[in-house]
């Protein structure tokens, strides 16, 4: 049964920072792109940031480069999302995903194969 299993979300104030991280579980994911997606009240789930599993390589929404990092770690089989410089924009339930789309189709949402259960991230200004 594969998993993805978020943790790291909480309550941080305006220019902080948070690490989220997606244990995943069940299969190999050589092939795949993990990412990570995120919902605000009200709006409709977008996508945040991806990286392949395969060679490293990311990709980011504009609304975060520069702020957040996407990596991975194959010996725990996980990815991370490192969120600095926080704004109260930011607060949504963010959601990791594996998708098996060719290039970067993970960042339409449209096909994603596996999703975790989300995480609450809530920034106070």
């Known amino acids: 049964q594969v998993q993805l299993v978020e943790s790291g979300g909480g309550s941080v104030q305006a220019g902080g920072s948070l690490r989220l991280s997606c244990a995943a579980s069940g299969r190999t994911f050589s092939n795949y792109a993990l990412g990570w997606f995120r919902q605000a009240p009200g709006k409709e789930r977008e996508f945040v940031a991806a990286?392949?599993?395969?060679?490293?390589?990311?990709y980011y929404a504009d609304s975060v480069k520069g702020r957040f990092t996407i990596s991975r770690d194959n010996a725990k089989n996980t990815v991370y999302l490192q969120m600095n410089s926080l704004k109260p924009t930011d607060t949504a339930v963010y959601y990791c995903?594996?998708?098996?789309?060719?290039?970067?189709?993970?960042?339409?949402?449209?096909?994603?194969?596996?999703w975790g259960q989300g995480t609450q991230v809530t920034v106070s200004s």
């Open positions: 990286i392949r599993w395969s060679d490293g390589s990311t």
């Open positions: 995903a594996a998708d098996r789309s060719t290039g970067w189709g993970i960042r339409r949402g449209s096909a994603i194969d596996y």
